[in-house]
């Protein structure tokens, strides 16, 4: 059912004014763009002393977003502008002065339109940097970047920060969680398993009360729960409380069902892009993919697997792939990279991987996307 764990993606929170401070790189201005009919609010940061040769589209992972009142990605668009490439960033819809209502579950594919009507509004103004957009994603953004570049082949370069395969990523995450928080091998696997079921039987329009049977070890689970928001309930057959959550239950199978949701058929896990191979195959421009060998968010080996036998394939690959020992699903230094310990107040101040912003700086200047040597 819906999952409502927020997972805080590589979010750079730093509240700092929006005018550029003396020893700032760059400048920032606030600009709009209409994407299925809504008006969207962001920032686009340029060098303050150079014209921009390129520009990068952030796209953040999974949650609200606080782009503009929260100077988000400050360090970021630090690191690009002075080097002569031009940063936009801009607040989901019903996220900050962005038009619309916050939807948890947006589709990628809603996403990917957003990225694409964004580089079409930066064209037609000719904001700096125009000629050369590239994309920047992290975590869900690598379902979002290849679907927006399938739609729009002038992109000219990827950073894939975290990325993902084709699959959902959640049962991942719970099964990397039951482990470091104590289940062994043998009891994370068979609750996996069970989640695996219990999707599969909702998708499929079983009753609730078939459900509750059959979920019934997985819904007892307290990293389930917390994991997934919910409490567990198990109501006798025919009273007020078992008639209020089937009614509830139906609800949401029916909307679940008519979006047409596919799994794949060895995993059982939810096909989040159909035909994902072949999309990243067509790919042809420079491409960087960042991974952190302690991800408990996204099994990154399977990703990095994946993005080698599709854009890596060729010999003449544009694919560079670093992997950052000891880091987490961020890049970050955490001592688990587990999602109890990054949800704690403290974990934004966990340093990041030694080289992370230089491998990014380097990828994009040698493929000749920065501003060239200064005089």
């Not at 039987?201 to 049977?213: E, H, L, N």
Request: hydrophobic share 35%; charged share 25%; aromatic share 12%.
């Amino acid at each position: 059912m819906r999952r409502v764990v927020s997972l805080m993606l590589l979010v750079f929170v730093v509240v700092l004014s929006m005018t550029a401070n003396a020893s700032d790189s760059f400048t920032t201005e606030e600009f709009t763009f209409e994407s299925s009919g809504l008006s969207l609010h962001g920032i686009i940061s340029q060098p303050s002393t150079i014209e921009a040769q390129s520009l990068v589209i952030v796209i953040p992972g999974h949650g609200p977003t606080n782009v503009v009142a929260g100077n988000w990605f400050y360090e970021l668009r630090s690191r690009f502008t002075a080097e002569g490439v031009a940063v936009a960033i801009w607040d989901r819809p019903g996220c900050g002065k962005s038009e619309g209502e916050y939807d948890h579950n947006q589709s990628v594919e809603s996403s990917a339109d957003e990225a694409v009507a964004a580089i079409h509004s930066i064209r037609s103004n000719r904001v700096p940097g125009h000629q050369r957009v590239g994309l920047w994603g992290v975590s869900r953004g690598g379902w979002i970047a290849p679907l927006a570049m399938d739609k729009d082949p002038g992109i000219s370069f990827w950073i894939s920060v975290s990325g993902t395969d084709a699959f959902e990523t959640w049962g991942y995450l719970f099964r990397s969680t039951l482990e470091l928080e104590g289940h062994s091998k043998q009891e994370a696997d068979f609750l996996y398993d069970q989640w695996i079921k219990s999707n599969l039987i909702f998708a499929q329009g079983t009753t609730y009360s078939d459900y509750q049977v059959e979920t019934d070890a997985l819904r007892r689970n307290k990293i389930y729960q917390e994991l997934a928001g919910q409490e567990y309930v198990s109501y006798e057959e025919g009273s007020v409380e078992f008639e209020r959550e089937k009614e509830r239950y139906d609800k949401i199978q029916q909307a679940y069902i008519a979006q047409g949701h596919q799994f794949d058929e060895k995993t059982g896990l939810k096909i989040v892009v159909e035909d994902f191979d072949q999309i990243l195959d067509q790919i042809s421009v420079p491409v960087l993919a960042i991974f952190g060998d302690n991800d408990r968010h996204v099994d990154w080996r399977k990703t990095k697997q994946l993005y080698e036998r599709t854009m890596g394939a060729d010999d003449s690959s544009l694919l560079t792939v670093k992997v950052f020992q000891g880091a987490d699903h961020s890049i970050r230094m955490s001592k688990t990279g587990g999602y109890f310990e990054t949800m704690q107040p403290e974990y934004w101040k966990t340093p990041y991987a030694d080289g992370y912003y230089e491998a990014m700086i380097d990828f994009v200047c040698s493929s000749g996307f920065c501003a060239g040597p200064k005089e």
